[in-house]
């Protein structure tokens, strides 16, 4: 179903068209009018929905929050051991990398913009990425943890330094494989810290 049909709630559209437009060109430079059009919704739809444009990014970035703790829950469950699931989050990377449309980490793209009108809070986006983070610290202390790590909170610590950086250079440097040269690189720390 496309963004605009009208089978599809009104909340569902203005999220489907923000996360297209947001994602492609930012949630800065992207203004309501044209979520708003993108959504085929009457602009009351979006004020009695989220209320603002601060609302809207935020549901925009819980729901790019679910789907990629989903899309690495579920990614790990192919793997049989805690060492192959550790190290398997930069498989799910590099998956998810290659997809069309891969633009980078939205949470990463929406931190780095700065509006000077303040036409969305940073705190939303802020709060949002610490969400994410936390989120993305806790999975790598817990698997660092599983795969018998002395140390799991340092490793998990320098395995999220390496996933923002294979992150970065997946989105910069497409085609040189920066998930899986980060792979490479967490097998050698989890070799060193177990």
């Avoid at 494989?177 to 177990?194: G, K, N, Q, T, Y």
Wanted: hydrophobic share 40%; net charge neutral; glycine share 8%.
């Amino acid at each position: 179903m496309s963004v605009t049909s009208p089978r599809r709630s009104a909340r569902d559209r203005l999220l489907d068209a923000a996360d297209e437009l947001f994602y492609a060109e930012g949630v800065h430079t992207v203004g309501i009018d044209r979520v708003i059009e993108h959504a085929g919704v009457a602009k009351a739809s979006l004020y009695s929905t989220f209320g603002s444009k601060d609302e809207l990014v935020r549901a925009y970035l819980q729901r790019r929050h679910e789907e990629r703790r989903e899309r690495i829950t579920r990614g790990l469950e192919r793997f049989g051991n805690p060492r192959d699931r550790l190290l398997g989050v930069f498989d799910v990377l590099a998956d998810t990398a290659a997809r069309p449309g891969f633009r980078g980490c939205a949470f990463y793209n929406a931190s780095a913009e700065r509006h000077p009108s303040g036409a969305v809070k940073e705190g939303v986006v802020k709060e949002q990425a610490d969400i994410s983070r936390a989120w993305t610290r806790s999975l790598f202390v817990e698997l660092a943890r599983e795969a018998g790590a002395r140390d799991p909170e340092a490793l998990a610590g320098q395995l999220v330094i390496l996933y923002d950086g294979a992150l970065a250079g997946a989105r910069l440097d497409p085609g040189r494989d920066a998930p899986a040269l980060a792979r490479v690189m967490a097998s050698a720390l989890l070799d060193a810290a177990v």
